[in-house]
């Protein structure tokens, strides 16, 4: 889980979900493992020191984008519909 503080603490589970969703993975815990083993970026549980600003950032910014271009995929939609 996020150390971050969302917004609407009750969004928690669908941002968990939307997470999951983007990176293709069950758990949403697993995301950024997911996305870093497909970058080649060798992230583990636990200490990550050895990392890279740029291999961390690559991580993190993959799942945000993605969730972002999710989530304006399905206002686009939302749009469509009406």
Do not use: C, F
Not at 22 to 30: A, C, F, L, M, R
Not at 56 to 72: D, P, Q, S, T, W
Request: no cysteine.
């Amino acid at each position: 889980m996020s150390k971050r503080k969302l917004l609407v603490p009750e969004s928690r589970a669908a941002m968990d979900q939307l997470k999951a969703k983007v990176s293709g993975t069950q758990d949403p815990k697993e995301a950024k493992y997911e996305m870093a083993r497909e970058q080649g970026i060798p992230l583990q549980r636990g200490y990550n020191g050895k990392l890279t600003s740029e291999q961390a950032g690559k991580v993190g910014g993959r799942i945000g984008g993605n969730m972002v271009k999710e989530l304006v995929r399905m206002a686009q939609e939302n749009l469509n519909k009406k």
